[in-house]
Structure formats: structure tokens, C-alpha cells
DNA sequence: ACCTGAACACCGTTCAAGT
DNA sequence: ACCTGAACACCGTTCAAGT
């Protein structure tokens, strides 16, 4: 028993296990979330956790609707409704690209509360920008759908870099060498768009989708 | 060793293995994949199967690519582009749909073989519609990521089902009771939505979303 | 009420040994 | 070359026992 820990002084609560397991994620991804590693930086027991937290499925949805609640309440929508969709989207990109677990839960488990803010607030800006009632369903649908599903797709990215030891260049390099060497013949579009793959910004190209959405949803008017 | 297995006669291979693999998955979601069940069913060794296949990951990455590419080869595009990518994006959808794994799979990794066809095709599929060369990437990098996002969420809201004892209309009235019971001064848009949340069609959705992404492109011109 | 930690029932993966 | 299956190093979760 020589390095045993100390008994906490201090009460532990769900929202200090949930911040706990937030820092683990951050640090070393999914894989490292253990409730081994979470017990050893909390210096408790298993039971501890589990009294104040369903199960790790639990732990890791409290985990996302704390980021999501986070960034729905930094991200101010004033100005015009285009624009501060534009924002939100934005907003809900990086958080994803900064923390890639949560687009992963994101598309394991919607409909989780967290989700509710971020529906409302597109819901409304669609409708500002006069979106008819009977569409409004769809676009909202539409649009947050394609907002979760590029930033998860981001974060697998994210994940899949920290995985291999090279760096984003290195690894699109080699995916647009795959590209570049195929048949042009059979792949003429994949072929010409390996150059495009190198030397694209994933934000860029995240808000350049946004923006083909605004302008189809535009025309519903 | 009262049941134990007979050896296999004929030759174990890659195909073989995959195979197996993805009648488990659809059978019992991705937990009911172990190396346990799959020896099980093939009546062989741990080391028989990690001598055809690199781990689980890669396991489930080849199972991915084998239903996407049945997809891609099944979906024969013909006839006018508009109408083909609204093809090629349903059967890539229902695709997802009857197997939910190939949902999630796709999220956790992109850049999969398989991708370059869906890539291929909806990318020339958007040439022939006449977006000019220097968005067509951004096009088409956002159509694939629109379609495999909601895909991936439905196929999440799949897996929910399957878990949860009730059936589809319980699981989606008891969200669209919990929308509808929200203030209304704090959540207008979800509070109206929660209707037609309990009346919609996934897949028609789906196809709305992608008819207003097309208006969008369509404005590119 | 809240916490501890040994124990249980699983995993994926390895590897010496067989054919 | 291909296959077998005991063994290893992990998991999440439980629960009798402590304070």
C-alpha cells in the first residue's frame, strides 16, 4: 500500500466527474477514457463514480451536452440571420475539431438535449430569414444534420492524425498521391481532385457547404 | 471436449471472414461482433482469423467497403444527373439504413476505399450539371458529407431502436411529447416542431435536404 | 449518504504448438 | 501455409464492507 491515495476531503459531484473525464478525453482520446484512469485522477473508487454516474455511456453524454451547452452560450447570435448562422455553424465546428470525441458522440447518440439549443437556434434564424412554416422542418433538419455530420467526419480526421505519428500535410500528401495516381481514365474526377484535397482548408470548405445550403434553402422561398 | 468443433475442410479466406462478420453485425448490432462469436461461427481459431485479417478495425473497415461497394454497384446511374444523384444518395441512405454499423463505421473513418466510387460518381455526376470546375470539390466534398451524416444519424437512431425495447412511433412520440411539453416562450421553433417531428418520414428528409443542397449548387452556375 | 477496492464476467490479441 | 486454443493484459460493472 505504498502509493496509496489519499481519501478525498472534498465531495465528489457528477459535474466534477464529468469535467474529469472531459480532461482525459481531451488528452489522450477515447481509448483512454477508462474508469481505471478516471478513478486514479480523482482518487476515488469505482463506486464513487458509479453513485454519482449511470455508466460510461452516461459519463460520456454529460461529457457532450457540457461542450455543447458551452459553446451554444459563447456564441451570441445578434446581427442579421445569415450571418449569424454562418456563426453558429462555425461555432459548433471548432468545438468539434477542438474536442473530436464529442463528434463522435454526436452521431452515436442525437437527440440529446444539448441538441435541443442548437435545433432552437437554427430553427429561429431559418425562420428569420422567412424559410415557409412547412419547410422550416426539413432545412433546420438539413442544416444541422450537414453541420454534425462534417464536424464529426473533422473529428475522425482529427483522431485518425493523432493516431499515425505524421503530421495533417503528410497525411493528406499521401491521401492525394493515392487520388493522383489513379486511373484518370476510371476515376476523372478523383483523379483532378487530388491537387484541390492538398491544398483545401477544412473550415473554408465546411462554411463553403453552409453557404450552398443558405443559398438552397434561399430558393424555398 | 464434448462439442467441440470440427475442423474445417475447406479453406478459410478474407472473404469468408468478412462475410461472417457482417451477417453478425446485422443480426446483433456491433456489440455481438467479438473474435469469440466470429471463431464460433466459423468453427475455427483466434489465429485463423488474424492470419486473413490485420485486428477488428480492419475487420470493419472491409465489411464497410464491401457494402458500399455492392451499393455503388447496384445504383446504376443513368438518365438525367439530377435524378441519378438523388438515386445514388437514396441507395447510399436506405444502404445505411438496413445496416447501421456502416453508419458508424463511415463516421470513424473516412477516407476508406470504398469512398473514392461515392466520390467518383457524385462528382461527375455534379460535372455533368455544369458547376464550374473550382466549386465542384466544395460541392461535392459537401453533398458526400451531407449524405453519409444523416445516413450515420439515422443509422444512430437505428441502433436506439433496436435497443430500446418500443418500436419506432413509441421512441419518436415519447421525443416529440418531451419537444411539446418544453416552454414555448424559451423553445418556439422546437415546441411547433415537435408535430412534425411525429408525423415525418426519415427518408423523406433525407430527400429534402438533398433537393435543397441541389437548389444551392444550382446557384453556383 | 457516500465511498473503497477485491472480484466477476467479459473483451482483443498473442503465440507456442500442431497439421 | 494455415490453423488451434490456452493464456495475457486489459476492460466495465458489481457489491459486501467500511465511514
Known amino acids: 500500500m505504498a502509493n496509496r491515495a489519499q481519501r478525498r476531503t472534498d465531495g465528489l459531484s457528477k459535474e466534477v466527474i464529468v469535467q474529469a473525464a472531459a480532461a482525459i478525453l481531451d488528452e489522450g482520446g477515447e481509448a483512454a477514457l477508462t474508469f481505471r484512469a478516471l478513478t486514479a485522477r480523482l482518487s476515488t473508487g469505482y463506486g464513487a463514480i458509479y453513485h454519482h454516474v449511470a455508466n460510461k455511456s452516461d459519463l460520456l453524454a454529460a461529457a457532450t451536452d457540457a461542450v455543447i451547452a458551452r459553446v451554444m452560450g459563447d456564441a451570441v447570435a445578434g446581427g442579421e440571420p445569415r450571418e449569424a448562422l454562418r456563426t453558429v455553424s462555425l461555432g459548433l465546428f471548432d468545438a468539434i475539431d477542438a474536442h473530436p470525441w464529442v463528434g463522435a458522440q454526436l452521431s452515436r447518440e442525437p437527440w440529446r438535449p444539448a441538441l435541443l439549443e442548437v435545433y432552437e437556434r437554427i430553427g429561429g434564424l431559418l425562420e428569420a430569414l422567412q424559410v415557409p412554416e412547412q419547410a ?11 453541420v454534425l455530420g462534417v464536424a464529426g467526419q473533422n473529428a475522425a480526421n482529427a483522431r485518425l492524425l493523432a493516431a499515425d505519428e505524421g ?7 499521401a491521401v492525394a498521391a493515392r487520388w493522383a495516381a489513379l486511373d484518370p481514365d476510371e476515376y476523372p474526377f478523383v483523379h483532378r481532385a487530388a ?11 465546411f462554411l463553403a457547404g453552409v453557404d450552398i445550403f443558405l443559398a438552397g434553402i434561399a ?3
Open 136 to 146: 422550416l422542418f426539413d432545412a433546420a433538419g438539413a442544416l444541422v444534420n450537414y
Open 195 to 205: 491537387t484541390q484535397l492538398r491544398e483545401h482548408d477544412d473550415r473554408e470548405q
Open 219 to 221: 430558393s424555398l422561398r
Open 167 to 173: 503530421d495533417r500535410d503528410a497525411f493528406l500528401g
